[in-house]
């Protein structure tokens, strides 16, 4: 078998998760589904970065220790992983002891090949990026990220020799030895690594994170920036530490490596990562796919701007395949995507309520009535359609295109919808109606089978109308059935 190991980034808990958390969240979920129904053996890994400043700040805030609250954040975060159905098999938070070592063990391997050294440094940093910025990357005076004025710090910290590996870099992403998905993200990581890469600072003094966070080996007085310490979870989770066999498993021996992340983190995951991996003399993960925002009225939701959307609360509200089909249908993978509750219920009512549901709800009210039980009298009418489908929707997976691959199964759905109407299947009786609900029946199976991917509580649904279940219809062969048209899949929104 393939070995596939895929990761969401893990996200500071400042604060609730917002609905583009859940974007990540469910973007990783679908590939690690498909990787598996393709028949690779697959580790999906996310978690929690809780050593930032960003989450000190925040309990300060709330007047709670620290550990209280990243504790109580964390668990809100496993929370949403749970509500979305995610599929992931392990969940990492950056205070767990495996982390600790294993970002102790990646700093002294560093420092080992000569890269980490100390330095008095003055710079303008963003607690929101947690970055240190040069006066030209910042937006009239600005974060470009935060739209938030850089502090200007002064004290002396351990640097990481970036620089030393540019060249190295630049040619593992220009030959696509780690493949950058899309190709614009590609070439902005180019542009940076052709503007020379700079070294950058790995250490925080102990005043300044405030006793936070995983401590510097061998130097008490500093605590580890944190991309530094929050980048190692990837190998940290496939026991990088202190577990040689299953590291070299997960990581040495040359499985796919994919890390999903949003592109405000690109130059972290495509530069920093690498040099860091290469100074350690580790392997580079193979692909980094980069999404885009949700967007609130055209500005990025963030929790520093105040403008969250709670996926959770919107789960509660509308179910969780109907938050995990929008984030899929209603955002480009590749580019931002705005969020309003009435483009939800648009996207809501048009493809699920009169849609897909519509659909089943019809033809097992057919199905039910005519007591339908045997498909085998199906005459192929939807075959061609379906291998076609199956194939667009393969294609689409494999670069990450989730928006089109649901766009060719709902072909199938408007094309089953078509035949009915066409076929008047309601006004026939005898073999002709079986014959049309046979091909019906097909059509849905199939549709059930691919969505699984995407709605797994929704294909499930699907398949128990049919008294079927997916380890089933992905047998040599369904022949009988039992149909019962239960309540509609999605009640239409008002």
Not at 77 to 91: C, G, H, P, Q, Y
């Amino acid at each position: 078998m393939n070995k596939f190991y895929i990761s969401t980034t893990i996200p500071y808990i400042n604060g609730d998760p917002h609905i583009g958390h859940a974007l990540e969240f469910v973007e990783a979920d679908v590939i690690a589904r498909y990787r598996r129904v393709k028949g690779d053996d697959v580790f999906f890994l996310t978690g929690t970065d809780e050593n930032s400043l960003k989450n000190i700040q925040a309990a300060e805030k709330a007047g709670v220790p620290v550990r209280e609250f990243v504790d109580e954040y964390a668990k809100r975060f496993r929370e949403l992983v749970k509500a979305l159905t995610i599929s992931n098999d392990d969940f990492i938070r950056t205070t767990e002891e495996r982390h600790i070592r294993g970002a102790q063990k990646l700093w002294e391997a560093c420092a080992k090949a000569g890269d980490i050294y100390k330095k008095q440094y003055r710079g303008l940093y963003c607690v929101g990026c947690e970055l240190f910025y040069l006066e030209k990357d910042l937006a009239n005076g600005l974060c470009p990220e935060h739209k938030t004025k850089p502090e200007l710090i002064e004290e002396e910290n351990y640097f990481f020799k970036l620089s030393r590996y540019g060249e190295k870099i630049g040619k593992f992403i220009e030959s696509g030895a780690l493949q950058i998905i899309p190709e614009k993200r590609k070439a902005e990581m180019l542009t940076f690594v052709r503007e020379g890469l700079e070294d950058f600072s790995i250490s925080r003094s102990n005043a300044r994170a405030k006793h936070w966070g995983v401590s510097v080996p061998g130097d008490s007085s500093q605590k580890m920036y944190v991309w530094f310490d929050a980048l190692s979870n990837y190998v940290n989770a496939v026991g990088y530490a202190d577990d040689e066999p299953r590291f070299k498993s997960w990581w040495t021996e040359n499985p796919e490596i994919v890390h999903v992340l949003g592109k405000g983190v690109a130059r972290f995951h495509a530069l920093y990562w690498p040099g860091m991996l290469l100074s350690a003399g580790l392997r580079l993960p193979t692909e980094l796919f980069i999404h885009g925002y949700i967007t609130l009225n055209g500005e990025k939701i963030s929790k520093s701007f105040g403008n969250v959307v709670n996926p959770t609360d919107l789960v509660k509200k509308y179910g969780t395949d109907a938050v995990r089909y929008f984030l899929l249908r209603g955002v480009s993978a590749y580019e931002d995507g705005d969020f309003s509750e009435d483009r939800f219920k648009e996207i809501y009512n048009a493809d699920l309520a009169n849609g897909i549901g519509n659909l089943v709800q019809r033809v097992t009210t057919l199905g039910e009535k005519a007591k339908f039980t045997d498909i085998r009298v199906a005459t192929g009418k939807f075959e061609t359609d379906v291998e076609r489908v199956k194939k667009e929707v393969r294609e689409s997976l494999e670069r990450y295109e989730f928006h089109r691959a649901i766009e060719h199964i709902w072909e199938l759905v408007s094309l089953a919808d078509k035949y009915v109407n066409e076929t008047k299947v309601w006004g026939k009786d005898g073999e002709e109606q079986k014959k049309i609900l046979a091909d019906l029946t097909s059509v849905i199976l199939n549709i059930a089978n691919l969505l699984d991917l995407f709605l797994p509580k929704t294909a499930e649904k699907i398949l128990k109308r049919f008294g079927l279940t997916i380890a089933e219809i992905r047998s040599p062969k369904v022949s009988s059935l039992y149909i019962k048209k239960g309540e509609p899949l999605f009640q239409r929104l008002v």
